[in-house]
């Protein structure tokens, strides 16, 4: 979604009222900067009358006396030493404020928006890119705070104009008014530039986003882009994006050069008016040569708080656009209420599901699904592709609220525990494993105090205990980044075993086991069953080997419960179900058919 469309002035405003936010949010840090900015502005003109006053009472009177004191001498060097070091003290107050402003803003600001991602439904994040949402806590952000770097420094030289300003009026109006002139010159320019840079601006912070979102998918899905040769396409997918946000960048270049030598040049501007206007009043006899060098000096010294102002000025489209992007995320609606319930100490959860109703935008994936499942009980969620299984599974654990209905754990909706507790209760081992660039026992423990002795016990109930043994480093190898160095049954075991070292009260497996031979995952089920710390099971499944381990199966079709009971029994009154299971199990025994083919070829 693009930012909204503003005119230049509100974008002056709106980027105004941001730099308020951010002195409010750092009001010290602002402080120490905007006084050491001020310093340097009041030792620049002190500079000036310094040196103005040594070459009236040192330098001149030792050249018309042919010589001078030792105390004339130190008393100069004093001088302008004392100038010179509050300045450098000016310099290092604004510089180093400035940049811990900026720097603390960013992070507060990206720690806001990381901690708004996890509080957001994964509802939200189904509908945004992963691309876009790291653009918001990167790029955005960084946007948003850039014109603080000179802000505090514009805000400090704002003294040094104003002194250097009424030192023109007190020396000669009319000449002060006639400089002054750049000042409305200033503000049109500004009104200029914003009219130009916002909207360029907003398609450059928008085109980054996309950059990032084509980048994290390719990344994504390189294996299927180079199984299916499909690196061209990605290239030029990604080159033609690119090349759009670096043809936008340019654009911008293009506007900023113009602004920038226009605003240094408004100052000088002002100099030449003064000397052409300056010159005409020396002859007139109502200004001397000297007061009118004095002049033109002053003048020169306004270019310097005029260009830290236009520096700001310069950066406020790009901060309005990248404000406007991380408030969409701070502002998302969405988020989960929790109550203040805490979950029973331990044993397996009674579950119930009561009218449970969802929904993806307008398209109804559920439909009042009912069913209990008691203590200890494992039970089996069997439909065909498309009916809901993998989205009844999200609402088992809450990652997702339902459109009606309730899920409760021992008689207690999911809604009303508190904050983190029914991680606690619930663990999902998901159909999609993802596994982090980090050693298996990192990836089995995700930070918990899980000790190595309960990773082994998971792992084994997991049947990976074997294949980590095996490896070089055991449970300190390295996976690597989604765990590439695995293969896929083995990285679905140790998902699995993350979710078991947590001893959850409910456990539930979305299909969670696909990728392992049906031995092993009827192992892996009996383990479960036979573990010391006994779960209530979901487990969403397919093969009759892990359907017939269940007690009872629940079959969905077209997001509405259909029938429920043993295997035996839906397979003689369902008829829905009979010809699922029976197309499970054909393919399978072809499958079992060809592998004894094969095997049966290779002994020949």
Not at 318 to 325: I, N
Not at 386 to 394: D, E
Request: proline share 4%; hydrophobic share 45%.
């Amino acid at each position: 979604m693009d930012a909204p469309h503003r005119t230049p002035r509100q974008v002056i405003w709106r980027g105004l009222w941001i730099l308020r936010l951010a002195v409010h949010e750092e009001p010290r840090i602002f402080a120490v900067s905007a006084v050491g900015s001020a310093l340097f502005g009041g030792m620049t003109i002190a500079q000036a009358y310094a040196f103005g006053h040594i070459t009236s009472t040192v330098i001149q009177p030792s050249i018309q006396r042919g010589d001078t004191t030792t105390a004339s001498l130190a008393g100069a060097v004093l001088l302008v030493m004392g100038v010179a070091t509050l300045k450098v003290f000016g310099i290092l107050g604004r510089r180093l404020g400035a940049g811990i402003m900026q720097y603390r803003l960013q992070a507060t600001y990206r720690k806001r928006v990381t901690r708004r991602y996890l509080e957001l439904p994964l509802e939200w994040h189904q509908q945004h890119p992963t691309g876009e949402l790291l653009s918001n806590a990167n790029s955005d952000v960084e946007a948003t705070w850039y014109p603080i770097a000179p802000f505090p420094f514009a805000v400090g030289v704002v003294f040094m104009l104003i002194g250097t300003l009424a030192l023109l009026f007190f020396t000669d109006p009319v000449l002060a008014v006639v400089g002054s002139i750049i000042f409305p010159a200033i503000a049109i320019l500004t009104v200029v530039y914003s009219s130009r840079m916002s909207p360029l601006m907003t398609r450059a912070q928008q085109l980054r986003g996309e950059v990032s979102t084509i980048a994290h998918e390719s990344f994504d899905g390189a294996l299927v882009v180079k199984t299916l040769g499909r690196e061209s396409f990605e290239t030029d997918r990604f080159t033609a994006k690119s090349r759009e946000l670096r043809d936008t960048l340019v654009q911008v270049g293009r506007v900023r050069g113009l602004f920038d030598p226009l605003m240094e040049a408004l100052p000088v501007i002002g100099v030449l008016l003064v000397l052409v206007v300056g010159t005409s009043r020396v002859g007139s006899g109502h200004l001397s040569s000297g007061d009118l060098v004095r002049v033109a000096y002053l003048f020169t010294l306004l270019a310097f708080p005029v260009r830290a102002i236009g520096w700001v000025l310069n950066e406020l489209p790009r901060s309005v656009v990248g404000y406007d992007r991380v408030l969409r995320v701070l502002e998302a609606e969405g988020q989960q209420h929790f109550g203040t319930a805490e979950p029973a100490v331990d044993g397996p959860v009674t579950l119930d599901v009561r009218d449970l109703s969802f929904a993806y935008g307008d398209d109804q994936v559920l439909h009042q699904v009912c069913f209990d499942v008691a203590p200890g009980r494992t039970v089996a969620v069997v439909g065909p592709t498309g009916s809901g299984k993998s989205t009844l599974a999200t609402l088992l654990v809450r990652l997702v609220d339902p459109l009606s209905g309730v899920v409760e754990y021992d008689g207690t909706d999911v809604a009303a525990f508190a904050p983190g507790r029914l991680a606690t209760i619930a663990a999902l081992a998901p159909q999609t494993t993802f596994l982090f660039d980090d050693t298996v026992r990192g990836n089995v423990t995700l930070g918990a105090e899980i000790s190595d002795e309960q990773v082994w016990a998971a792992l084994r109930v997991a049947q990976a205990d074997g294949f980590v043994a095996a490896l070089g480093k055991g449970l300190d190898t390295v996976v690597g980044e989604r765990g590439t160095t695995l293969s896929g049954g083995q990285r679905q075991r140790l998902a699995l075993a993350r979710a078991v070292a947590r001893n959850p009260r409910l456990l539930v497996l979305d299909d969670a086991t696909s990728s392992v031979d049906p031995s092993v995952e009827q192992r892996i089920l009996a383990g479960l069953r036979g573990s010391a710390s006994a779960s209530t099971v979901v487990v969403v499944a397919y093969r009759r080997a892990t359907i017939a381990l269940a007690d009872e199966v629940v079959f969905v079709d077209d997001g509405r419960l259909v029938d429920r009971g043993t295997h035996d029994e839906l397979r003689e009154r369902c008829a829905g179900y009979r010809d699922l299971v029976t197309a499970y199990e054909r393919a399978e025994a072809e499958r079992e058919a060809e592998h004894a083919g094969d095997e049966t070829e290779s002994v020949r």
